[in-house]
């Protein structure tokens, strides 16, 4: 950071970006070196006996050998340059970018040479004796050479920028903001199997808009996040610990006793309810869940519930867009135990804002249960990152709420395949009465809340069942009147129940402060963050990366780091809202939320605190919305993300609860 500037436009990576890629080619051109040097010692001397074509080995091999040696050297000095200096301190890596020009130029003769050694191979140019070791090294050579030469090519490729050139600068930001989202939308419908995708073109709009106001005038190269984010976590494990240690902050109480949670709570909402509804969302993944639990015997597991040429015959039910042997409605059996017969409706069709799902009869619990599914494809991803703030109008929610753009499409979309196929309406005159239960995780859990809001007035007494329901879902007003009949269950770290525009935004903003305060070289912070994914964040390093070493200060421009860049910083910061942020509206996670944690081996007591530490013993307690505004980096966010993991620890707290002891007061 800032980007690289070669050939008079900017480039995806940075002058301190080519520090391991450097190490990998020079370690190659090492060993070429040393084998060509070795082929000119025993080969050279009988070039001058050759019939025919000796001039032409003999400029090849000493033509290589001179090559190898610049460019070796050439790459040895790229990497001390590139290695100089913090993040931000461009200036100690000025020689770079015409060193990597260079580099580069030097491509043009290195292809040539490279087609003289083809021409000597494969071509009837030259006539010698054919030494073994000689014509193998080239051999050798010449293959790899023209690898390398492809890669070469295909990383400029890689990071070249479309709209990077330097000339562009004096644009208007309004048409700078045109160029980048048409760039953006292209991109999208090069996607060729979401071209007939409904609502297709309104979603990339969105979603192309959206990336080109979180990403545009910041400057940040790809390398730049990855180092930012590794600096977030020790920058927030060293805040943590400065705030304990001043009693700044107070661990929150969990608890994991059942009994004291759902105190006064209805009847619905038990760890009970909560374990049956999550299995039956795990379900609605199908044969491909299925598949990643068991990767060897998958196939056999579903083979029993498959029904061969299911397309020639008649089914009970409706069973939409699944293939000819039914793999799909197989993995939904399999997986949630529910015969054929109780599956009364089934959507598998996955396009654009359309999500699949089904229409249970679960006579364990009495009620009729719509399990929409998560993400699962880049069609859902497409959905999720279609996240700018949209009316949402329904009865019963403030007037003025707002949601999730890519969420209401996609409840409509199912709402109209309900009431199209009359879906309820068949369900209920077969089962009166039951009451009717939506549950989903991930974006199937912020359909699921959004239709609950919708067909409410009609089932005044439906419930909801989310998990890891994503942040950005309802505008906070319309996320209170979902706690009457939502319960949203969370586990540790999860990223997308702290993922929404607004957080993106904030944590773009703390990404560049945090990279001003950096003062060691970004390949180390890369290095140290392998580092702390295997062994964790040794407490050396909170305090040794920094400038300065104060970085607990709740006034960001008092702070002793961010005062000396806050001036740069500000600029980004304070521009105006609407140039600035994609969503104008802050949009929250509903429901009354369960969040679950697990137990620090520390609050373990007892003789087997070891053993008990080893068995991830659970806690849980109720959160507020507010509490998930913040995206922090943590080493379990992607994984505390993953159905399976939640379901480990709600079991884990179902059987807990046969440990806890039942005290009556006397």
């Not at 249960?369 to 009316?391: H, M, P, Q, Y």
């Not at 879906?423 to 005159?429: G, K, P, Q």
């Not at 530490?613 to 994984?639: D, G, H, I, N």
Request: proline share 4%; aromatic share 10%.
């Amino acid at each position: 950071m800032p980007a690289l500037k070669l050939f008079g436009r900017k480039w995806l990576a940075a002058t301190d970006d080519l520090v391991y890629p450097g190490l990998f080619e020079l370690f190659i051109r090492i060993i070429w070196f040393i084998l060509i040097g070795i082929a000119c010692g025993k080969y050279y001397e009988d070039t001058w006996n050759c019939r025919l074509g000796g001039e032409l080995v003999r400029v090849y091999l000493l033509g290589e050998a001179v090559m190898l040696g610049i460019i070796t050297l050439l790459i040895l000095i790229i990497i001390r340059q590139s290695a100089k200096g913090a993040i931000m301190d461009t200036h100690a890596r000025r020689y770079v970018e015409p060193l990597l020009m260079i580099k580069i130029l030097l491509l043009l003769p290195e292809i040539v040479w490279n087609i003289l050694g083809t021409l000597w191979i494969f071509g009837q140019s030259v006539e010698c004796s054919h030494e073994h070791y000689s014509v193998t090294v080239v051999e050798a050579l010449v293959f790899f050479d023209w690898i390398l030469i492809g890669l070469s090519i295909f990383g400029l490729a890689l990071v070249f920028d479309p709209i990077g050139s330097l000339e562009k600068r004096h644009l208007e930001n309004s048409i700078e903001h045109g160029k980048v989202s048409r760039i953006w939308l292209r991109r999208f419908k090069f996607l060729w199997w979401m071209r007939k995708d409904e609502s297709a073109n309104e979603t990339f709009q969105h979603v192309a808009g959206l990336l080109t106001a979180l990403f545009r005038g910041t400057d940040l190269v790809p390398s730049d996040v990855v180092a930012g984010c590794i600096l977030l976590r020790v920058r927030q494990k060293r805040e943590t610990h400065e705030l304990q240690r001043m009693n700044l902050i107070e661990s929150p109480k969990y608890t994991s006793d059942g009994n004291e949670i759902f105190f006064g709570m209805p009847n619905w909402m038990s760890l009970e309810a909560i374990h049956h509804f999550l299995q039956l969302s795990i379900a609605s993944y199908g044969w491909l869940f299925v598949i990643y639990q068991h990767m060897c015997t998958g196939c056999f597991r579903l083979a029993r519930d498959m029904t061969c040429c299911a397309c020639f015959r008649r089914k009970s039910n409706i069973i939409l867009d699944d293939n000819c042997c039914l793999c799909y409605l197989s993995g939904v059996k399999y997986l949630s135990q529910v015969s054929e017969e109780d599956i009364l409706f089934a959507s598998f069709k996955n396009h654009l804002c359309q999500i699949p799902f089904c229409v249970i009869a679960d006579h364990k619990n009495a009620s009729i249960v719509i399990v929409i599914r998560g993400s699962l494809s880049l069609r859902d991803l497409i959905t999720d990152i279609a996240a700018a703030a949209d009316t949402f109008e329904c009865p019963n929610v403030p007037p003025g709420s707002t949601a999730h753009k890519g969420m209401i499409l996609g409840v409509k979309i199912i709402l109209k395949q309900l009431e199209n196929y009359k879906v309820l309406e068949r369900a209920f005159a077969t089962y009166p009465n039951y009451h009717l239960t939506l549950t989903g995780h991930s974006l199937g859990a912020g359909l699921a809340i959004l239709l609950g809001l919708l067909i409410r007035p009609r089932y005044p007494h439906l419930r909801v069942y989310a998990f890891s329901t994503p942040a950005g879902l309802l505008s906070r007003d319309a996320a209170r009147v979902t706690e009457e009949f939502v319960l949203t269950v969370g586990l540790g770290d999860d990223l997308v129940m702290r993922l929404s525009v607004d957080s993106i935004e904030n944590l773009r903003t703390t990404l560049l402060t945090t990279l001003r305060a950096c003062r060691i070289p970004k390949y180390r912070v890369v290095l140290n963050g392998l580092g702390y994914v295997l062994f964790g964040v040794p407490e050396r390093d909170l305090n040794k990366i920094w400038i300065n070493y104060n970085i607990i200060n709740t006034i960001w421009d008092q702070s002793p780091i961010f005062g000396k860049y806050f001036s740069d910083t500000n600029k980004i910061i304070e521009r105006d809202i609407t140039r600035r942020r994609y969503s104008k509206e802050k949009l929250f996670i509903a429901g009354r939320i369960l969040h679950i944690s697990r137990c620090k081996p520390e609050q373990i007591e007892g003789k087997n605190r070891k053993e008990l530490a080893k068995e991830k013993t659970y806690e849980m307690r109720w959160a507020q919305a507010e509490e998930f505004t913040t995206l922090s980096v943590m080493p379990r966010m992607l994984l505390d993300h993953l159905p399976e993991n939640i379901e480990k620890a709600v079991a884990t707290l179902l059987e807990q609860q046969h440990d806890i002891p039942y005290y009556i007061d006397p």
